[in-house]
Nanobody, 124 residues
Framework: QVQLVESGGGLVQAGGSLRLSCAAS????????MGWFRQAPGKEQEFVAA????????RYSDAGKGRFTITKDNNKDTLNLKMNSPKPEDTAKYSC?????????????????WGQGTQVTVSS
């Protein structure tokens, strides 16, 4: 199966920046739509961002639009999420996902693979 491993999480002050990374096994980016979800304590999984398997098209949640940037490097099989000006409400466990469903945004129920997630904590 495809393996996704996130990294880059940690503690960051509000207004700072953070870059999350997701390493995928094999050349999965050419076969799957990749994206990020997050889940805060007591809340459901929330879509954050996604990028198409082909081309530069991206999609963001209202919360992430304008502050977050999703990118990928097909040669390195790496997915990234740049978080600018994070807020305390962005505190959550961020997970990398992959799906064969080409529709954007990604639906959590359609995700074929999930990483274990990386914790992001934003302090005031």
């Amino acid at each position: 199966q495809v393996q996704l491993v996130e990294s880059g999480g940690g503690l960051v002050q509000a207004g700072g920046s953070l870059r999350l990374s997701c390493a995928a096994s094999g050349r999965t980016f050419s076969r799957y739509v990749m994206g990020w979800f997050r889940q805060a304590p007591g809340k459901e999984q929330e879509f954050v961002a996604a990028i198409r398997r082909d081309g530069p098209s991206t999609r963001y949640s209202d919360a992430g639009k304008g502050r977050f940037t999703i990118t990928k490097d097909n040669n390195k099989d790496t997915l990234n999420l740049k978080m600018n000006s994070p807020k305390p409400e962005d505190t959550a466990k961020y997970s990398c996902t992959a799906t064969t469903d080409i529709r954007l945004p990604i639906a959590s129920a359609k995700c074929d693979y999930w990483g274990q997630g990386t914790q992001v904590t934003v302090s005031s």
